[in-house]
């Protein structure tokens, strides 16, 4: 019997990888190529990451050592990397895990035997995460060299990971010589993933990494929602809204809400952050609840370290949620919270170390309250506020100078009704016996700092709002976890299961006629505001109050009060799985029937594939140290005074070092907008190197393309004809199309 139980659990876990396969195999991936990355992914994060956990806090069960091990695999896999790669032996990386599982299996704590009872709802769980990324996500962004409009912070990623693939500590490849202020921490473990298992670095970025990330999901998710409850069926469900439902509150078609979560191509490191964020529940709940050990502290250390050079967002929110769980500790144990506050140290610690190197694209930014409102639906249209991002004082300038507050405040209350899915974690803290709980304050306090930082601050590209999606993932588990704690084991009685039931039922409801009775919501002015926007939210949470009514009435009428507010939070929270089921399956109808989708041809981040074949035949050739100088600054890719000058493709694809390119995220270009213009819009920090740039391809010299090559390394001229004339004394290419030519300098 236990043979054949472990040969169905080896068939369950097989159609994992399997599924993956197949998917991306539709996409052009060969399928020994997405063997190997996998099998890459298995043996430098999750295996060592599991063995670590499980050495390091004693494990709890199979599912907490996999979804947190998940996590802290990363942070080992980073560590392995910078070694390896600084020695010179980048491919043989995975010689560290063999030596990792030589040490620690011996060390590994045994205990009894753990049930894996849930295993065939985690597998449906994985699978379906990688059916919906595949589906929403991968298929419609296709590999290079096809011809297609990218975001261009894909192509800006894409160069840090060409970068890592060489350096421990990256060069800014857009501008030669200068130091690199950013957080790539993602983009190093990406760089490791490709170098071992030989797997190019677009098809890492684009496709293979978001495919793991979305699996690590449900595994953390789960994890999280199980150590957090002490109730093992709160996993499963956990991981399922973490991994394929953790989309935001979505009653009617218009406008439309951003359903992806926190899994974003051009934004990976706001991907990983959201899973750090859902690693971090396993050492600092066990830290909370005193039930840590030095091994925990060790794992915690590791996840900070790898937060820190991740996204700036997740240090600030970690160590609010530590402030106010410590203070937590204190009414409830009535004792100095020491260990919080050595958490939240160490957080602030980091933090300030990580500022001067690891922190980059935040120039310009400012605290301003209510600037995230600029890009809701029908700010612009009410306010006329077309200002760039960070302009303005204290409030953004369009309710300040109108003095629409009342506007503004409905606005706010549509962000949070779309964030209910995750605020509703702050239920958590007002009820027994979640409310004793120091752990439930601090991950509450992190789900509620993520959406209120994001309305207080202000970044030159938006960029605020990663601060919700840091905590994107997390709240729904939290949702989860706290109503598994209240229920507790009366789940398994009928007068508890049933109420529940019809309470997820009545919310499904409620969002389903919703979007067929309102499907539309258009607002052009301030007074019409409250009723169209907030009107589908008003009709919910009266719904929710009925509901209850209902069930404390004729389902449960002996049931005690706060139980009542865990079914009302569940009509509420329900109601976001219509819009999420549906999204998906429309995803999905779309792969099977293999709908054409828009290349973005006409859009001003449309390359061709001439331009993407150039690079990738400079990838091939040009040497590790090369330098290159070209005409390429801006898309649409003609240089002009002020045009957008985020052209990052030249060096994303080829890899090879820029005298200068797009300069859009530079440091010193984000400071100088001085919240009064557009970072994409500015001159470069270094104007005589767009001077040299232009003229080395339109009127070369023989004295200045001996300067650049003596005294700045150039190697490689590359010539764009969509972005200016090129001179024929450059003589004759090393490499030409219709769109490119590119000459090796002698």
């Known amino acids: 019997m236990t043979i054949v139980r472990a040969v169905r659990q080896l068939v369950l876990w097989a159609a994992v990888p399997l599924v993956v396969i197949l998917l991306l195999s539709n996409i052009g991936h060969p399928a020994a190529a997405t063997g190997r990355y996998l099998a890459t992914w298995c043996v430098l994060v999750l295996l060592p990451g599991t063995l670590l956990w499980r050495t390091l806090t004693g494990g709890r069960s199979w599912a907490q050592d996999l979804g947190f091990g998940s996590v802290l695999g990363l942070a080992w896999a980073l560590g392995v990397w910078a070694v390896f790669t600084g020695i010179g032996y980048p491919r043989q990386q995975w010689i560290a895990t063999v030596g990792l599982v030589l040490a620690l299996i011996p060390l590994v704590r045994r205990r009894s035997p753990d049930p894996i009872r849930w295993l065939p709802v985690m597998v449906v769980g994985l699978v379906l995460a990688a059916v919906r990324v595949f589906v929403e996500l991968l298929r419609l ?16 990623q894409l160069g840090l990971v060409q970068a890592l693939d060489r350096h421990v500590v990256p060069p800014d490849l857009t501008a030669a010589d200068e130091p690199l202020i950013y957080h790539w921490f993602t983009n190093a473990l990406m760089a490791a993933h490709s170098q071992v298992s030989g797997v190019g670095a677009p098809e890492v970025l684009l496709h293979q990494w978001p495919m793991t990330m979305a699996l690590t999901f449900v595994l953390a998710g789960w994890a999280a929602g199980e150590l957090l409850s002490g109730v093992r069926w709160a996993g499963p469900v956990a991981g399922l809204v973490s991994g394929v439902f953790s989309g935001g509150l979505r009653l009617t078609d218009e406008p439309g809400v951003d359903m992806a979560g926190a899994l974003s191509i051009q934004g990976p490191t706001g991907t990983l952050a959201a899973v750090i964020m859902l690693g971090l529940v396993g050492p600092t709940v066990l830290i909370l609840r005193r039930q840590a050990g030095t091994g925990t502290w060790i794992a915690l250390v590791m996840l900070l370290a790898l937060s820190c050079g991740t996204k700036p967002t997740l240090l600030p929110i970690m160590g609010v949620g530590c402030a106010v769980a410590g203070i937590a500790c204190w009414l409830v144990q009535r004792r100095f919270p020491l260990r919080v506050v050595v958490v939240g140290l160490l957080c602030g610690g980091l933090f300030l170390a990580a500022t001067s190197t690891l922190t980059g694209s935040t120039g310009g930014s400012r605290v301003q309250f209510l600037a995230a409102l600029k890009v809701l639906p029908y700010y612009g249209v009410v306010t006329g506020d077309r200002s760039f991002p960070t302009y303005g004082g204290l409030v953004v300038p369009g309710i300040a100078d109108g003095g629409l507050w009342y506007f503004a405040a409905v606005l706010v209350v549509w962000y949070c009704v779309l964030s209910l899915p995750r605020l509703l974690a702050v239920v958590g803290i007002m009820l027994h016996p979640t409310r004793r709980d120091p752990a439930y304050w601090w991950a509450a306090t992190c789900v509620a700092t993520g959406a209120a930082i994001t309305l207080v601050f202000s970044h030159t590209g938006y ?14 588990v939290v949702v989860v976890a706290f109503v598994a704690r209240v229920l507790g084991e009366e789940i398994r009685h009928r007068r508890v299961w049933v109420p529940l039931a019809c309470s997820l039922a009545g919310g499904i409801a409620t969002a389903v006629v919703l979007k067929q009775v309102w499907p539309t919501v258009v607002v052009s002015n301030q007074k019409e505001a409250a009723l169209d926007l907030l009107g589908p939210a008003v009709v919910l949470v009266v719904a929710a109050g009925v509901g209850v009514l209902l069930i404390r009435r004729f389902v449960a009428p002996r ?9 009302a939070t569940c009509i509420l929270a329900a109601s976001s799985l219509p819009a999420q089921t549906t999204y998906l399956a429309v ?8 709908r054409p989708f828009s290349t973005g041809q006409g859009t001003r981040v449309y390359l061709t594939q ?70 994409l819009s500015l001159p470069p920090p270094w104007p005589d190197r767009l001077a040299d740039s232009l003229a080395v391809v339109e009127r070369p010299t023989p004295a200045l393309l001996a300067r650049l090559r003596d005294q700045h390394g150039v190697d490689w001229i590359i010539a764009d004809l969509r972005a200016g004339p090129v001179s024929p004394r450059l003589g004759v290419p090393a490499y030409e199309n219709g769109d490119v030519k590119i000459f090796r300098l002698q």
């Open 141 to 156: 962004t296709p590999l290079p060299p096809v011809a297609f409009g990218r975001h261009q912070d894909v192509w800006f």
């Open 559 to 567: 049931h005690w009060p706060r139980a009542l507010v865990v079914y």
């Open 610 to 679: 001439a331009e993407q074949e150039a690079m990738l035949w400079l990838h091939d050739h040009a040497g590790p140290e090369d330098v290159a100088v070209s005409n390429v600054f801006c898309m649409p890719t003609r240089y002009r005074p002020g045009c957008p000058n985020d052209a990052y493709w030249v060096s994303g694809l080829s890899g090879v070092q820029q005298y200068l390119g797009g300069w859009a995220y530079a440091p010193q270009n984000l400071a100088a907008t001085e919240h009064t213009r557009s970072y």
């Open 587 to 594: 995803a999905s109808y779309g792969a099977v029937i293999d």
């Open 463 to 476: 960029s605020e709002y990663h601060f919700l999606r840091t905590v994107i993932h997390l709240g729904p």
